[in-house]
């Protein structure tokens, strides 16, 4: 049976590596998704504090994760959510977000197949500047995903199962 695992990252760095990771498991890369608001401009050591946005910074920062994304061979898009501002989306998750009208990043979660409770969570998360990972895998690779996700700085881990809405 195929299940989702999703991981919270503080910072995009984390996040790449536990993709990195993940792909080196042998899980096919179209397996994995992320999504990051502002995890464009937030790295090692960033405190979060907002200190303004800067557009050409913004950009460029866009430009070296949607690089660093490229990278692992996943694709990569910047989504406009209505309230919310871009959204940096990458692999099948990338989808959902610009196959439907959707308004809100909980509503994409849960068109994603991720219940409500934890879509709003998640989106939560993803407004406060952290980096959403999602794998799908078989639940023979569940364990060594959680455990890699925590490795590499997983704050927050849950798998769900998958189901059409």
């Known amino acids: 049976m195929t299940k ?16 990195r990771y993940v792909q080196g498991m042998q899980l096919d890369h179209t397996d994995v998704s992320i ?13 979060g504090k907002d200190v303004g946005r ?14 660093a994304i490229a990278g692992l061979t996943l694709g990569a898009s910047l989504v406009a959510i209505p309230g919310i501002g871009p959204l940096l989306a990458a692999g099948p998750i990338t989808a959902v977000l610009t196959g439907a009208a959707i308004g809100t990043v909980s509503g994409a979660l849960i068109d994603w197949g991720i219940p409500e409770e934890q879509s709003q969570y998640y ?3 993803i407004r406060e500047g ?14 060594p ?17 998958l189901y059409e809405v």
């Open 145 to 161: 995903v959680i455990q890699s996700f925590k490795q590499y700085g997983a704050f927050h881990t849950q798998t769900h199962e």
């Open 35 to 47: 999504l990051s608001l502002d995890g464009i401009n937030r790295r090692e050591g960033d405190t």
């Open 4 to 19: 989702r695992v999703i991981g919270i990252f503080n910072t995009t760095q984390e996040a790449l590596d536990a993709v």
């Open 130 to 143: 952290k980096i959403l990972v999602g794998a799908e895998t078989d639940e023979v690779f569940i364990d």
């Open 54 to 67: 800067d557009p050409i910074k913004e950009g460029a920062g866009a430009g070296g994760l949607i690089g």
């Open 123 to 125: 989106e939560y998360a």
